[in-house]
């Protein structure tokens, strides 16, 4: 017995758009801007943002990528919460590539300019730490412990109270040089 298929409902052109250009005014970005990011035309992000155009799914995946949200929030019917909440124990947690490094979310991924997290830092006996940069700026405020941050070519001890900010597009990288894991809330801006 053959079934039917029932036709799949038609891509939600408006309501993509109207999520896009949500996400797209929370991070800064003009059309202009975000055509760049995404190797696209500036006229093809508007008639996308008013629900002219359908984008592709390679180009949603860019966008879910520069905007920083994940690519179903642009079928979510719901307009994002105007206060979240995050209850203990309900955070996102980031591991890095270095098994001792951790992330634990503090905000929500909503497409916002900055994000906060607790970076936790393992004591470790690896001496070689990996540099890494991205755009925008760092603020830390250390909880716990004791870390180095190299930042380009200058070497930081930083201990607990002590707080420190810097441009994240000089390399950087971070070591736990004391006893007990080095706990630090971080904030990150994205340009």
């Not at 470790?124 to 941050?149: D, R």
Request: hydrophobic share 35%; proline share 5%; net charge negative.
């Amino acid at each position: 017995m053959e079934s039917k298929l029932e036709q799949p409902a038609e891509l939600p052109k408006e309501l993509i758009g109207s999520k896009i250009r949500y996400f797209r005014k929370n991070r800064g970005y003009t059309t202009e801007k975000l055509a760049d990011l995404i190797g696209v035309s500036q006229s093809l992000i508007s008639q996308i943002e008013r629900g002219i155009a359908a984008p592709s799914l390679d180009t949603l995946w860019k966008l879910s990528y520069f905007l920083e949200v994940d690519v179903f929030s642009f079928f979510e019917e719901q307009e994002p919460e105007a206060v979240k909440i995050i209850r203990n124990g309900e955070h996102r947690k980031l591991q890095m590539s270095r098994p001792e490094v951790w992330y634990e979310m503090l905000t929500p991924n909503t497409g916002k300019k900055y994000k906060f997290f607790k970076m936790i830092l393992q004591v470790t006996e690896t001496q070689e730490q990996p540099l890494m940069f991205h755009s925008g700026e760092e603020s830390g405020y250390m909880l716990q412990g004791s870390m180095e941050v190299t930042i380009g070519d200058q070497v930081y001890q930083i201990n607990e109270g002590d707080s420190i900010t810097f441009d994240s597009t000089s390399p950087h990288c971070f070591k736990n040089i004391g006893t007990i894991p080095a706990v630090g809330i971080w904030m990150m801006s994205q340009e």
